[in-house]
């Protein structure tokens, strides 16, 4: 797959803009003491995290790199292996990417490919990668990186609603849970599951603690931060970022003052996954005078909203409630995707959500189609909406800071009753 | 869906198009008798032939449309029903429906939508339209028409290797068989469905009697040509497209002289679809001194290459050897799809290829993804390959023409044993 030229290690360069990118973040921000932590990690992924990771495959750990929000970190962590994602935003690994990728393709898709090509650390890591079927690009890109990479392909079922999509999205969970057991070597017992689900369900509901601090009407915390803490959630240790993100949260909790005015317009972010270090849109949005209250994207809420409920625990009943919980995800992917509606609408009102930036990833087409029955719907709810294609580059920034600027301002003059 | 703007026939300018279309391919054609039935069936579809579907539908008959190779025209026979395409070619008819899907989208999707909103007869007669989840631009684009009207969604899996694949498709065809039955009124019965494999599988033979004159070192039919019958199949009274297409056959079989010299390059064609009237493709690649001896795209031989072999004649064979024939697809919405290569090798040997035109409609990514490990594939076995990104405009045809123009020089060349 990899040529001779592009074979290198980007670490470096990938480590500087990872730190160059998140002083942007930080510099412009009301200080939050329980951010540094989230600040420096960031600015460490390829290199000390990846350090400790080394370390634990050296002790026999297996690493299980994975895309999107459906392959369970609940049967990874309890076949004693460690979960890794290779989402990616950076546009310096998109060129190498585009020698193999069409280019009117996925930014997060060309990013990720650029990563392997070029030996990302965490993808070197990676024992084997699993890649769910969520869209036509994840599904055919695997077989790029299945030429020298050992992946194993999940099916995500195109609906929720129908008992063989069920059926056949448990046996996908059942065949992960057996392929893991034989790449570690570790039987999934029904204790080390539940150890596992106990602790993913605590970083769910720790993640609905962030986001409920972000009701306030100055929210104590930056959208743009709290997406940097999600976002960690699928690469740190996961034990440390519950540590630490409890201290953020009760900092929060306790914080009196807000970062904005109360006057700020209220925005939700969705659409395409915002991935670091490309924070081009949750900053555009907040240099503007608008503050982030809430999200329905990958990195943010949407894998991570609900617990996941098991009524026994006994293996069966767990591979059900771990099956029925990742079904439970407003990704595009599903059609008809109405639980994604109802999600937006409940949370335009718990968040009080003034206006929704509607974020697309050039040429992704499930979140590209989607967005005008979301827009109409809320348009009827009186929710103004923004719909924005762009990438990684940072050639359209000034024009999406024009349109921006345009929307904030609109959903300022409705709130002081004025037309325009 | 539909404004009141938009919302108006376009039968008359489509005809017009039409006609003029097939008026090009003829004109440029040597004589073939047996084509005229074709081309004045083209020129036909939504005056005579929706003429002809309309009186059915009064006659109690239900009109089943649907997309792709996937929707197994055996059960809607077998319930007395009548299956039509909706897949579309016209560029006239893309600008409305970019007016609610994304302009980076599938051309094809774009006019089929177009077609919807402009009240084409062929959809206003369908009683409901079965849409496989093929690509994420046709499970997306389904729900949009399924505001005006009812649609079945049939989930195809990834791939065709795995039991609980194959357990899920089957389950999907036993599902559209229970609604067409609800939906018509009619069982469907072992007689009732024998019956219909038996057609179907004189117009699979029939398509490989068409092919089988191409490999004559001068082919005594253009491939444009071939792939007008062949699409027509998915619109003609399926009885007397046989008689027509047997009637060709014997006058091709019996000529004596072919359409081209023998020095033409033998061209495949493969990738996305190409669908009437656009025909820019073909048009160019024959125009410019080659023959299309084969192809493996969904219009031309694709989907009916091979025969729904039944081992016994009872419903439940019957049915599973349809679910695995349907599955026996060469579409890159399979992963990995190893079919399709070995299919084309195949072709290239049994048709003498010496070179293969790749056609990738914009934003097409499964076929765009494709491309590199088909050409590289081939290249090993020294068959070159070009691959062009195209729409339904006419905006590239000229660079398309130049890009052709150097690739059969090249071929013609190669077989001089010059270099170039």
């Keep these: 797959m990899a040529t001779a030229d592009t074979k290198k290690k980007v670490d470096p360069s990938l480590v500087s803009q990872m730190a160059q990118k998140v002083n942007e973040i930080a510099d412009s921000n009301e200080t939050v003491k329980g951010m540094e932590y989230f600040y420096d990690f960031t600015k460490m992924i390829y290199t000390s995290r990846a350090d400790e990771i080394t370390k634990e495959k050296e002790e026999g750990k297996k690493v299980i790199g994975s895309f999107c929000n459906f392959v369970p970190d609940e049967l990874v962590f309890a076949a004693g292996a460690i979960p890794i994602r290779h989402c990616a935003g950076f546009q310096d690994t998109i060129l190498p990417a585009e020698e193999i990728l069409p280019r009117n393709f996925c930014p997060l898709i060309k990013s990720a490919l650029g990563f392997f090509i070029m030996g990302d650390p965490l993808y070197e890591q990676a024992d084997v990668v699993v890649v769910p079927t969520t869209c036509d690009g994840k599904k055919k890109f695997c077989e790029i990186i299945g030429e020298e990479k050992s992946t194993w392909v999940m099916e995500v079922p195109h609906t929720t609603e129908t008992s063989q999509a069920r059926e056949l999205w448990l046996k996908e969970i059942k065949l992960l849970k057996k392929n893991l057991e034989k790449l570690t070597g570790n039987r999934i017992t029904s204790k080390s599951l539940r150890k596992a689900i106990e602790l993913t369900n605590k970083k769910r509901s720790l993640i609905r603690r962030l986001y409920e601090v972000r009701k306030k009407d100055s929210p104590p915390i930056w959208g743009r931060d709290a997406l940097l803490v999600t976002s960690i959630s699928h690469f740190d240790n996961l034990n440390r970022w519950i540590e630490k993100t409890e201290e953020l949260c009760s900092e929060l909790e306790a914080k009196e003052t807000g970062v904005c005015p109360e006057t700020a317009p209220r925005i939700m972010l969705t659409g395409s996954p915002v991935f670091m270090p490309t924070w081009k849109v949750p900053m555009l949005i907040e240099d503007s005078g608008g503050i982030i209250v809430t999200d329905d994207i990958c990195t943010g809420s949407k894998g991570f909203w609900d617990p996941i409920e098991v009524p026994h625990w006994t293996m069966e009943d767990m591979l059900l409630s771990i099956a029925d919980r990742y079904l439970m995800n407003t990704c595009a992917c599903f059609t008809p995707n109405t639980a994604r509606l109802i999600r937006l609408q409940g949370f335009v009102e718990d968040f009080n959500v003034q206006g929704v930036f509607y974020h697309i990833l050039q040429a992704c087409h499930i979140y590209g ?37 345009a929307f904030l301002e609109m959903i300022s003059a409705r709130r002081k009753g004025q037309t325009v």
Tied chains: 1, 2.
């Design 369 to 405: 189609v989607e967005a005008r029955r979301i827009e109409s719907a809320l348009k009827a709810d009186g929710i103004p909406m923004l719909t924005i294609e762009t990438d990684y580059s940072q050639e359209d920034v000034e024009q999406i800071r024009t349109r921006v600027e």
